[in-house]
Structure formats: C-alpha cells, structure tokens
C-alpha cells in the first residue's frame, strides 16, 4: 500500500527543523549577545514624600541574577519551527505548481527561514532585552582594576555573566540567517543530486 511521494512532508519537516535550530541559536544569542538592561536588586531607601531621589555609593557592583533563559528558550525555537512549517508549506506549494524548480524552491525557503527566524530573534531581544540585577558593594579592602580602553559596562560588573559586543544586532541575527539558510538549501540542494 503507497501513500504517495513522502519527499514534500519531509522538506516541510527539514524547514521546520531548520528554524528551531535557529530559534535556539537566537535564544543563545539572546543570552550572551543582545544589549542587556541593569537593574539595581537591592530595595531602594526609605525615603520622605518631598524626597526628589537618592544617590547610592558602592566600590563596584556585583552580578546577582540574570539574563534569564526563560521565556527566550522556549519561544525563540518555536516561532522558529513556526517561520520553518510556513515557509516549507509555501515551498510544497509552489513546486507542486511548477512555478520555480524544486532546487531553487528548497534554497529560497531555507534562506527566507533563516532570515524571518533571525528576524523574529532580533524583534524579541528589541522589544524584551535581556533584564541583569545587580547590587553595589562597599568594601574597603576592593582594588580598584583599571579597564582597558573601549571596556564596556558589562566588563565593570563582577562575576558577571560575559557578553560579545555585536554592533547591529537585529541586521547581524537576520543577515546571519539568511546566509546560513542559504548554505543550508545549497547543501541540502547538493545532497539531493547525489541520491
């Protein structure tokens, strides 16, 4: 008994693959990469109606809690997986219609994939940056460590979670999809000849 020909299930189901890859890799980058924002985690003072605000002296700051991978882990890879099921549907649909080849169909869809997925990761780590608590610490006995020139805020905290300094984040995690959608679709494109 035959069902048919199971090569389009199978390119719907790669694509979707491909995107949760993707959408791990942008949870990822969304850990160690995206601009995070510091939060003081020590409650403020108490302090009188007519007070305007408070000032807070401390030797240097300490790393507490943060970035969390929660929700990022979880939604990151599944909008992933999404962009990957309705880019590989529109593949399916448009080589069966013999609009473009399938060889071309496969590296489109693994291009678009790619850069919707890292779009998608780059308007999440916009509109939810990664939240970093932090508390100052008075110690008399703290050295004072010069940073190197060009030394970012991220290097000042201790015990902080590291972080690459990417400029153009949102161009970087789309373009970078594309491009490895691109070299996937090629790859996928040549093993397909040689079978």
């Known amino acids: 008994m035959t069902y048919g020909d199971t090569r389009p299930a199978r390119e719907v189901a790669v694509q979707a693959l491909f995107g949760l890859v ?4 942008t949870a990822l980058g969304h850990h160690y ?30 790393h507490v809690d943060g970035p969390t991978w929660w929700p990022t882990v979880l939604v990151l890879p599944l909008l992933g997986a999404l962009i990957g099921v309705a880019c590989g549907l529109t593949h399916r649909y ?10 071309i169909g496969i590296v489109v869809a693994t291009t678009v994939t790619g850069a919707a997925s890292g779009g998608a990761g780059a308007i999440v780590s916009t509109v ?14 703290y050295m004072v460590v ?3 020139d060009g030394a970012s805020f991220d290097d000042t905290v ?25 070299l996937v679709g090629v790859a996928l494109t040549y093993r397909r000849r040689q079978d």
């Open 22 to 25: 993707l959408g791990l890799s």
């Open 33 to 62: 990469v995206v601009p995070r924002i510091y939060v003081d985690a020590e409650p403020p003072p108490d302090m009188s109606p007519t007070d305007v605000g408070y000032i807070s002296v401390s030797d240097y700051l300490r």
């Open 94 to 103: 448009v080589s069966r219609r013999h609009l473009v080849s399938r060889a």
């Open 128 to 141: 939810h940056p990664p939240v970093v608590h932090i508390v100052g610490v008075t110690d008399s006995s």
């Open 146 to 148: 010069p940073q190197p």
């Open 158 to 182: 201790v015990d902080n979670v590291p972080r690459l300094d990417v400029d153009a984040v949102a161009v970087g995690y789309t373009v970078t999809g594309g491009l490895l959608g691109a």
